[in-house]
Every structure is written in structure tokens, then in C-alpha cells.
């Protein structure tokens, strides 16, 4: 998979992007991640991107002209025959979940539009295939949002997880929360493992994780049972 992000602060991702799973992804060669600066497709010598707003109000807002150039330059040599979609993280989307991680991963391509300040122009978003929030909150950037969802995503591709049922045991992969997991000690401050666990009958083991991980959903966030 390849995965644009069109940014003011390419530099934010280095961290998150450069050590474990998706490292490891990049080194593979499975995923790719190409920083656009917003700022190379401003028109004026300062580089500017960004205006006061018609009809008063503070904060400024991200131009048109600059982001229009940068995803048309980003599209240019885009091979017609992958599939691709184009996102905006903005809190005016739909709330992202795991269902929608499973649906973005199938994509060849994913272009992210990270907005920054007091928001887009609105016509901004007619270049979006879809507008996503990751939760019902304001955050400074769209950057960390883009983030969380190529985090996501990149759990599902193939090979990514050192096991392919690493990503199918994860909390809502089927729509419940995930089972409760042990390891050693068998016995800790008095807490012991479950027997079942250790009997080596993996139907009833796969039994007791089923029963474990509705309980803990029902308990939990009773939202997803309804």
C-alpha cells in the first residue's frame, strides 16, 4: 500500500513512524509513506497557505489554491488501474472504527489532508473521497488523526503482524471487545491464571475466550452489544 500525507508538519510523524510495526512494514516494503510540505504550492514568496476568514472571526484558515496544487501534484502519475481514496481527518467526519480499518485497507492508495489552524476553506473538502474523525473532540492538527488511522490500517494488511491472527484477536476485529490474555507467572499476588487456559483443550479454550470477551464488551461498552 501507498499512502500520501499532504501536511504542514511532516516532521511530526518521524517517531511514529519510524520504530516498530510500521517501521519494520516500511522496511518490507509492504507500506509506503510520502510527505507532501503544503507549503511548496503556495504562490507567494512568503509561502503562505493560509487567510483570515470572509466575514470576520479569529484563527486563520487554509487557502484553496495551495492544496489543490499539491493533491493535483501528488495524483499525477497515479496508475488509473489502483484503487485509491482520498481523506480528510477533520471532526466533521464519520467516526473512525475498526470496520473502517478493515475497508481502507483494501485500497492500493490512501492521500491524507492534514488541516491545521481554524480549518479549511470549504472547498477544500470537494476534494475529498471521504471526511474521517477519530472521536467527538478537537485536536490542533489533522496530523495526529492521520496517524491513528494508518496505525490502524496497517494492522490489516497482509504480513504486517508477525501473525495473521494477532489482527482477527484484536478488540473490535469482529465487533466486541477482545478476550483477557496471561502469560507467566501462573500465579501472581494471589491471582491465578484460568485453568481452562492451561488444560491444552483448545475447543473449550476458544469457548471460554468467546464467553470472556462478550462479558467484558457487555461490561464495558454496552454500545456495541446493542
Given at each position: 500500500m501507498k499512502i500520501d500525507i499532504i501536511t504542514l508538519f511532516p516532521e511530526m510523524f518521524g517517531g511514529v513512524f519510524g520504530d516498530s510495526i510500521i517501521k519494520r512494514a516500511i522496511d518490507k516494503k509492504i507500506l509506503e509513506?510520502?510527505?507532501t510540505q503544503l507549503r511548496d504550492f503556495a504562490f507567494d514568496k512568503h509561502k503562505q497557505v493560509d487567510d483570515s476568514p470572509f466575514g470576520g472571526g479569529s484563527g486563520m484558515v487554509l487557502k484553496p489554491e495551495p492544496m489543490y496544487r499539491a493533491v493535483r501534484a501528488v495524483l499525477k502519475n497515479s496508475e488509473e488501474n489502483l484503487s485509491k481514496k482520498i481523506i480528510i481527518?477533520?471532526?466533521s467526519g464519520k467516526v473512525f472504527n475498526q470496520s473502517k480499518a478493515k475497508e481502507l485497507a483494501k485500497?492500493?492508495?490512501l492521500v491524507f489532508i492534514c488541516g491545521h489552524y481554524e480549518g479549511f476553506d470549504a472547498r477544500i473538502y470537494d476534494l475529498a473521497d471521504e471526511i474521517i474523525s477519530i472521536g467527538d473532540y478537537v485536536l490542533t492538527g489533522g496530523e495526529l488523526p492521520a496517524m491513528v488511522i494508518i496505525d490502524s490500517v496497517a494492522r490489516m494488511l497482509p504480513n504486517v503482524l508477525g501473525s495473521?491472527?494477532?489482527a482477527e484477536?484484536?478488540?473490535?476485529f469482529n465487533g466486541i471487545l477482545g478476550f483477557p490474555q496471561y502469560t507467566r507467572p501462573r500465579e501472581f499476588e494471589g491471582k491465578?491464571?484460568?485453568?481452562?487456559?492451561l488444560s491444552g483443550n483448545h475447543a473449550e479454550i476458544k469457548k471460554w475466550r468467546e464467553e470472556q470477551a462478550i462479558k467484558i464488551t457487555k461490561l464495558r461498552r454496552p454500545d456495541l452489544i446493542k
Open positions: 509513506i510520502n510527505f481527518t477533520d471532526p485500497f492500493d492508495r495473521a491472527e494477532s484477536t484484536d478488540s473490535f491465578f491464571v484460568p485453568d481452562v487456559l
